[in-house]
């Protein structure tokens, strides 16, 4: 018996279904050129009760130092939001205590990702925003890509930066000084889309700025693209 058989069973078919997702979502990481060896994570948070407290959902996130390979959902480690194991054999991910404070604090996140995508990273190094000179740009993330405080591994201090970068941010990534980037999404197929996206435009940009300096798009313009793509675009 584990701590995850005291929930109800619609919470452990949830896990089991994040299981699944997170596992398969974890492939894209090195498919897009994201991460190399174990470094990267993806987790999604399990909702254990929509009318209660959100310290008492779950996250799913990957098992620390396992390379993507050995990656099968049951492989996946189950977590409380306060980082603490609640099903699972191995060691979460070093960035369990990040994940899950996010979570605590942005109600509306339903996934977190973080690589160390080369381009990204980069910016990140030299604590650099990315500057909103592409459509897509405006498109994905509403401006400029921001940079989060530095901040060590081991506790919630990345999660602290991480929120309090993007809690009034429209983008759903931020560069963590000297580290790299971490993006959020409502789930964690859209956080890990913005993983893509965002080492996409850090590259752009990055050739861009090597061929003069890029010309930026007018505030207007970008809350114009931003509005349409975020409630036009697509099937709905």
């Known amino acids: 018996m584990t701590a995850l058989d005291e929930y109800a069973p619609e ?31 993806v987790s999604q948070r399990v909702v254990v009760d929509p009318a209660g407290p959100s310290e008492r959902d779950l996250l799913v996130i990957k098992p620390s130092g396992v ?22 054999t191995r060691a979460p991910s070093s960035d369990t205590a990040a994940h899950a ?3 605590s604090h942005l ?62 941010s429209r983008s759903p990534a931020v560069l963590m000084r000297n ?13 890990v889309k913005a993983a893509v996206m965002v080492e996409e435009v850090a590259r752009t940009v990055h050739i861009s700025r090597q061929l003069g300096e890029p010309l930026p798009i007018a505030q207007s313009d970008v809350d114009s693209l931003y509005a349409r793509y975020q409630n036009v675009y697509g099937q709905h």
């Open 107 to 168: 109600p509306h996140v339903g996934g977190v990702v973080h690589t160390h995508s080369t381009y990204a990273t980069a910016w990140a190094a030299r604590a650099e925003p990315v500057p909103c000179v592409l459509t897509m740009m405006a498109d994905e993330f509403g401006g400029d890509i921001p940079v989060g405080p530095f901040a060590l591994i081991g506790d919630d201090s990345i999660g602290r930066g991480i929120v309090e970068t993007l809690r009034d």
């Open 101 to 103: 404070y996010v979570y």
């Open 11 to 41: 919470v452990r078919d949830a896990v089991a279904r994040a299981r699944e997702q997170v596992s398969r979502l974890h492939a894209e990481l090195p498919r897009w050129g994201l991460v190399v060896w174990t470094a990267g994570n």
């Open 67 to 88: 390379t993507y390979d050995e990656l099968t959902p049951e492989a996946m480690v189950v977590c409380d939001l306060e980082g603490n194991l609640v099903e699972g």
């Open 179 to 191: 580290h790299g980037p971490f993006t959020i999404g409502k789930d964690a197929k859209a956080a």
